[in-house]
């Protein structure tokens, strides 16, 4: 397919209803579709998505036409919102260590390309901690800075791992045996196929 039919047919799976906080709805992105706007009414769509949620199929159709625009900073946020349905959400506030205080001298990237492990309170077989991989989005920054404080998205590579993590719990984030970062986990949305393991 091509942009012009991906959009149309995303724009398909929103209900008519829908709208965002400033009153966008699917018929302002049909009215940018029809002026061949594309990048615009992707922008609508990722926006009506945001607030909503639209089967993976709307995200993955999102993620193609992105892709063909050129827009890498769109694909890769689609990209991750169908990981989001595959494997789950949890939405943390996270704190890094200030530079002096960890490892990491670096900002991390906000873009989902970074794996770190969690202490999310799970036991090793000998009784030790054990940590577990999620995959990590910044809300609405680019980077975030050592030290720094931001509201983020998880994806869990094990979503079986996380089905006792609760809104409240504090969790750490670590890139080695050292705490790079503390959370309080804000929301946690699961896929509801996943059960929890023993």
């Known amino acids: 397919m091509d942009v012009t039919e991906l959009l149309e047919s995303a724009s398909l799976l929103v209900p008519e209803e829908t709208a965002t906080e400033n ?3 699917v018929r302002d992105v049909w009215d940018y579709l029809a002026h061949d706007e594309w990048e615009i009414a992707l922008g609508l769509l990722e926006e009506l998505g945001d607030g909503h ?3 993976l199929t709307f995200w993955e159709q999102l993620a193609e036409a992105a892709e063909q625009l050129r827009l ?5 946020w689609c990209h991750w919102r169908c990981s989001e349905i595959r494997n789950g ?4 506030d996270l704190t890094l260590r200030p530079a002096m205080e960890a490892r990491r001298k670096t900002p991390i990237s906000g873009h989902g390309v970074l794996r770190p492990m969690w202490d999310i309170g799970n036991l090793s077989p000998t009784g030790g ?5 999620a995959r990590l989005w ?6 975030l ?3 720094g404080r931001a509201a983020v998205r998880l994806v869990p590579l094990t979503p079986s791992h996380w089905t006792h993590v609760e809104t409240g719990q504090r969790i750490s984030m670590h ?4 705490v790079a970062g503390t959370a309080v986990v804000l929301e946690v949305h699961l896929p509801a196929t996943v059960t929890p393991t023993n």
């Not at 901690?129 to 991989?133: A, E, G, K, M, P």
């Not at 890139?175 to 050292?178: N, Y």
Request: aromatic content about 4%.
């Open 72 to 76: 890498e900073r769109s694909a890769a």
């Open 138 to 143: 910044v809300e609405g920054m680019p980077v």
């Open 89 to 92: 959400v949890i939405r943390a």
């Open 53 to 55: 949620p639209l089967p």
């Open 175 to 178: 890139e080695d045996r050292t």
């Open 23 to 25: 009153d966008v709805t």
């Open 129 to 133: 901690f054990s940590v577990s991989i």
């Open 145 to 147: 800075e050592p030290g």
